[in-house]
T-cell receptor, first 114, second 113 residues
Framework: KAGVTQTPRYLIKTRGQQVTLSCSPI?????VSWYQQTPGQGLQFLFE???????NKGNFPGRFSGRQFSNSRSEMNVSTLELGDSALYLC?????????????FGEGSRLTVL | AQRVTQPEKLLSVFKGAPVELKCNYS??????LFWYVQYSRQRLQLLLR??SRESIKGFTADLNKGETSFHLKKPFAQEEDSAMYYC???????????????FGKGTLLTVNP
């Protein structure tokens, strides 16, 4: 089985722009979660989608949004980029329809905001 | 609120020595605890979870609810154990739909030859 695939792997944006990141989960996985990883804050939960519905949301401003499609693929969007949004954005998928905790991570999309 | 604390950013041991990576948590309900590992140039992956009570790659971890700890242990460290280790918590009172994990900030383990 192919692993979780994230695109693009690297991108550079300037302040004020917006960005869209894509995640393809492992085939059959219906839950997709997003995490932001920075040296200072570590891994922080952004949101989680299951069956095209946002199930949980972390403590991030409304500039961070996401969605999930019927094929379980997910996108996250960050609008009005700030320097502090520079981070590695990790997507993770899970096979479970309930419970959870075992996440399969992608390699991440590294965003640099100049 | 959920919180996971890994007090050591860096831990260095010699090959064959015992290793213990500390993890303390704060959660009002009954949590599920996990250890994730990230080897150099690899993606983050699950190492073990407390529910399974299993030993993976020689590592074990016991959930101590009294001390709110979930320390990761291995009696004889190997060079290939060098990696970043993250402790993570999931609240278990969410009706089965919660996939949110709260991660500690990680401990970088280096096993020297």
């Amino acid at each position: 089985k192919a692993g979780v695939t994230q695109t693009p792997r690297y991108l550079i944006k300037t302040r004020g722009q917006q960005v869209t990141l894509s995640c393809s989960p492992i085939s059959g996985h219906r839950s997709v979660s997003w995490y932001q990883q920075t040296p200072g804050q570590g891994l922080q939960f952004l949101f989680e989608y299951f069956s095209e519905t946002q199930r949980n949301k972390g403590n991030f401003p409304g500039r961070f949004s996401g969605r999930q499609f019927s094929n379980s693929r997910s996108e996250m969007n960050v609008s009005t980029l700030e320097l502090g949004d520079s981070a590695l954005y990790l997507c993770a998928s899970s096979p479970r329809t309930s419970g959870g905790g075992e996440l399969f991570f992608g390699e991440g999309s590294r965003l640099t905001v100049l | 609120a959920q919180r996971v604390t890994q007090p050591e950013k860096l831990l260095s041991v010699f090959k064959g020595a015992p290793v213990e990576l500390k993890c303390n948590y704060s959660y009002s309900g009954s949590p599920e605890l996990f250890w994730y590992v990230q080897y150099s140039r690899q993606r983050l992956q699950l190492l073990l979870r407390h529910i399974s009570r299993e030993s993976i790659k020689g590592f074990t971890a016991d959930l101590n609810k009294g001390e709110t700890s979930f320390h990761l242990k291995k009696p004889f460290a190997q060079e290939e154990d060098s990696a970043m280790y993250y402790c993570a918590l999931r609240g278990a009172n969410s009706g089965g739909s919660n996939y949110k994990l709260t991660f500690g900030k990680g401990t970088l383990l280096t096993v020297n030859p």
